[in-house]
């Protein structure tokens, strides 16, 4: 039997219910949904990286590559980034943004599958990804 | 080869078209999009658990609970669920329904991964669940 | 270790960033947000099926099944379909496509598990497809 093991990066703020930033179980690692929260204060509530799509797309992402690390994944090992934003006019940007951090990190021939949509989110958001990576 | 395996639990609704409310195969087991929907009564209509979404919400988790449990699976085993609200007002409400559900269940320490977005759905539905689960 | 892949049909428009249409490691093969883009012309930007439901949904369909296809797969093959939808009123006629598409595909007994959801897309698209499928 395999385990099932919960991944909560030092930074990261503590989720709002009872669910984990990643789970990860054999060679499957879910990245939960991810939006551009700065790390973690103690004692403080949860503070956004500021109000751009740039700021919060490159702390997203940041967000996603910590829970990633921690499971002993990298971004070589996502087969699919869900990406949520607010605004169809986003897209352009985010894809911009998005490109370039994937360039930044040298990532290697085969990027992810992904689907964006458009829905809402709480307010002040306007970005929410997550990941699912197959290891090994 | 593995086989996949429609999973029907005998308390559901028939799907509104060619899909399943869960398919398993070997370790990997999906919960469909479910709602708040009482146990089927032939020959009528799917009828909601009720207007409130903490009727929804419990009914929905109980409807994703019995294809867990006909695919041989449990909240154990679930990697990522995604929630679809239909208004942010109600992410608080939500967290506390869920939260006190998985209380009860006595899930152990490493719950699931979760995604919360907010959509459309279709008229007099607050609330839609579906799940990832790894076995073995 | 397993190798990832980037499905990339010939003839699929090049995506609008750095994203595969799909990606296959080991047995799981991913095929990314699929819409009605017809098969791609060089030097032509992508060209929606048309401006109805059904030109797009069948054209998604046939683009997810290209997907599938050359990653080595087929319907069979599917654990999840992930429907993205704009406006509630096109659920029946949505899944009497669906149904009718899946009917003429021959698909075996246990068709794959289903979310559908109704959220934002850019001008013109009315329907958005991914799926998930497991090989082996």
Same mark, same amino acid.
């Given at each position: !039997?395999?385990?099932?093991?919960?991944?909560?990066? &030092?930074?990261?703020?503590?989720?709002?219910?009872?669910?984990?930033?990643?789970? #990860?179980? @054999?060679?499957? *690692?879910?990245? &939960?949904?991810?939006?551009?929260? *700065?790390?973690? /204060?103690?004692?403080?509530?949860?503070? /956004?990286?500021?109000?751009?799509? #740039?700021?919060?797309?490159?702390?997203?992402?940041?967000?996603?590559?910590?829970?990633?690390?921690?499971?002993? &994944?990298?971004?070589?090992?996502? !087969? !699919?980034?869900?990406? +949520?934003?607010?605004?169809?006019?986003?897209? &352009?940007?985010?894809?911009?943004?998005?490109?370039? +951090?994937?360039?930044?990190? @040298?990532?290697?021939?085969?990027?992810?599958? #992904?689907?964006?949509? +458009?829905?809402?989110?709480?307010?002040?958001? *306007?970005?929410?990804?997550?990941? *699912?990576?197959?290891? @090994?």
């Amino acid at each position: !039997m395999t385990e099932k093991t919960a991944i909560t990066p &030092a930074t990261h703020t503590v989720p709002p219910a009872k669910f984990s930033h990643g789970v #990860r179980k @054999g060679d499957i *690692l879910q990245v &939960a949904g991810q939006v551009g929260f *700065l790390p973690a /204060v103690e004692g403080q509530a949860p503070t /956004v990286a500021g109000p751009t799509l #740039r700021e919060q797309t490159l702390q997203t992402l940041a967000n996603v590559a910590s829970v990633l690390q921690e499971g002993g &994944a990298s971004w070589d090992d996502v !087969m !699919m980034i869900r990406v +949520y934003l607010t605004d169809t006019d986003h897209f &352009a940007e985010m894809n911009e943004i998005y490109n370039a +951090y994937f360039e930044e990190q @040298g990532l290697k021939e085969a990027p992810a599958a #992904r689907t964006t949509v +458009y829905v809402g989110l709480p307010k002040g958001l *306007l970005v929410e990804i997550d990941a *699912l990576a197959v290891l @090994g």
